[in-house]
């Protein structure tokens, strides 16, 4: 190889180094903005995040017998929800309220609430539903409302049994609410003395 051939043979080595080079600086200048635009993504899809919940979209009976049902209740039930504030159960409440027939179709509508957040919703969601559940405070007046009341609200009447309570909501799950109180009585497990003790602590509206 001549000195000439040597040279060029060096050159075009130190061009593919030079060029080898300048491609990896171009990668991690790339990745870099990369990782700079996810982060402030992220940031702001945190505090901005409307995305709908997958979860509490559709309706388990029996997950969602322990919560409450947000159309059911009243102001005082949702202000006991664990981690829930006084400023944001009135937004919840009133937001329902404004609704055509005050109920809303699903959790995810809370997201239409201003400063309502998918954090937020999440932290909820193992509390509340809009299907199914129980209507808190709101299943008591003078009389409990058999048709909001839960099991555990049911069996505390004198005379009903965890199993009655139990007949009574699988009775109005299937029926549907129940329309005048002497209706208690086609329940397969209440008898009429069972009725006669409980009649005048209930009511249906």
């Not at 945190?46 to 997950?63: A, H, M, Q, R």
């Not at 049911?154 to 005048?180: C, Q, V, W």
Request: hydrophobic share 35%; charged share 30%.
């Amino acid at each position: 190889m001549t000195n000439k051939e040597k040279t060029i043979f060096y050159l075009l080595q130190f061009l593919c180094i030079l060029g080898m080079l300048i491609l990896l600086f171009k990668v991690i200048s790339s990745n870099k903005t990369t990782e700079d635009i996810v982060k402030k993504v992220d940031i702001i899809a945190s505090n901005t995040d409307k995305t709908p919940l997958v979860k509490g979209i559709y309706y388990d009976k029996e997950e969602n017998k322990d919560k409450l049902n947000l159309n059911k209740t009243d102001l005082r039930s949702i202000k006991d929800i664990p981690g829930m504030t006084s400023g944001i159960a009135k937004a919840i409440y009133y937001y329902i309220q404004r609704k055509e027939n005050k109920q809303i179709k699903s959790l995810n509508e809370l997201l239409n609430i201003k400063g309502f957040s998918k954090e937020r919703l999440e932290k909820f969601e193992p509390y509340i539903t809009v299907e199914g559940g129980h209507a808190g405070y709101k299943a008591w007046g003078d009389k409990l409302n058999i048709n909001f009341a839960r099991e555990s609200d049911l069996s505390s009447l004198p005379g009903i049994s965890e199993k009655i309570a139990k007949d009574i909501i699988e009775y109005r799950n299937t029926h549907g609410n129940i329309t005048y109180i002497e209706e208690l009585l086609e329940v397969k497990s209440v008898k009429k003395a069972t009725f006669n003790r409980i009649k005048k602590l209930v009511c249906v509206q």
